[in-house]
């Protein structure tokens, strides 16, 4: 009995010092016995500064992404700000990167998306405002992102589209998200950061 | 006839400048319209979106600001460097005055109220 007790003790000190980890989020599948999560497709895209950005530079990175454009007049001067909010937390921490993907091809071009970052003052190089070539070069990452953008000229700045903050692993895994528009949410997120830069750890 | 056309005008435009109801509407027009990028604190974000504080930023484009929030500002007629603005053309006057009493209230702290007539004025000579 005794021994059993002492079993149970060490069991759950056990327990307790394993660390908390996050799920990772998605649609999985199972192939030949392995479980295959839901990973960010590969990309080739282009920043504000017109430099190539492919997905391979999110690898063993942590990143934390958002959807927006720059005439956008409801949610995303929102998210902007809980994106800038993140990234004043972690500015020291050189392996989290900062995704803004575009959803205007139309009106955001490249000299409008550096307008758009140096107006917002960023100053972090990991800070990216990214635009594809074709419109479906960024639309179509948006399922693995769990988001969705919808061209609607009733609604306001003609494109309707999900507010996520979300995160994501070294592995390019979806780890966590929030609503960007709210400011509570993303302090929640912001602790997801720090549990997802312990993991590495 | 006359009288109630009159009595309307009269009732709305007391309730445009004196009321402290006024100032309700003001805050949720505000919130619902001009807080998204403007921010809940009125401070603006960054160059992108201009603080709403400055008096003398008021004072300067006092007779525009009406066709601001009606008709937005365009890439057109923008000066350079600005963010353009969206049109909220389904702003009523009323909601204009409201709101712009409101952040007089808090921040510009001008002793004379803006008048229905004025923000009238204002939006028949609006330029675009």
């Not at chain 1, 497709?41 to 997905?55: E, G, I, R, V």
């Not at chain 2, 008021?58 to 353009?84: A, D």
């Not at chain 2, 969206?86 to 712009?100: D, K, R």
Request: proline fraction near 4%; charge should be neutral.
């Amino acid at each position: 009995m005794k021994r059993i007790i002492c079993y149970w003790i060490l069991l759950f000190t056990l327990h307790s010092c394993t660390e908390k980890k996050l799920p990772v989020l998605g649609n999985y599948s199972i192939k030949n016995g392995d479980t295959i999560f839901n990973q960010i497709p590969d990309f080739n895209l282009w920043t504000q500064d017109s430099m190539p950005f492919t997905s391979q530079m999110l690898e063993n990175k942590i990143h934390v992404a958002a959807f927006f454009f720059t005439s956008c007049p409801t949610i995303c001067p929102k998210v902007m700000r809980n994106m800038m909010r993140i990234e004043e937390k972690f500015s020291k921490e050189k392996d989290v990167l900062y995704l803004c993907y575009s959803l205007d091809f139309k009106k955001d071009s490249i000299p409008r998306l550096k307008e758009y970052a140096s107006k917002l003052g960023i100053e972090n190089s990991n800070f990216y405002f990214l635009q594809g070539r074709q419109k479906e070069d960024i639309r179509s990452l948006m399922n693995a992102y769990m988001s969705i953008a919808v061209d609607d000229p009733d609604s306001p700045g003609g494109i309707n589209h999900s507010g996520w903050i979300l995160l994501i692993d070294g592995k390019k895994n979806l780890r966590s998200y929030c609503l960007g528009t709210d400011e509570k949410e993303t302090d929640k997120l912001i602790k997801d950061i720090q549990t997802l830069l312990h993991e590495r750890d | 006839m006359n009288v109630i056309r009159f009595s309307t005008f009269i009732i709305l435009f007391i309730s445009c400048t004196f009321s402290p109801e006024t100032y309700k509407e003001g805050k949720q027009v505000y919130e619902n319209y001009c807080s998204g990028c403007h921010g809940i604190q009125m401070d603006g974000l960054k160059d992108l979106y201009p603080p709403l504080k400055d008096v003398n930023w008021y004072e300067q484009n006092r007779n525009q600001i009406p066709c601001w929030l009606k008709n937005g500002i365009t890439l057109r007629n923008l000066r350079l460097g600005k963010q353009e603005m969206p049109a909220h053309t389904e702003l009523s006057s009323i909601q204009i005055c409201n709101v712009l009493n409101y952040l007089n209230s808090i921040n510009w702290k001008l002793k004379s109220p803006f008048t229905l007539e004025e923000i009238n004025l204002n939006l028949k000579n609006c330029s675009n």
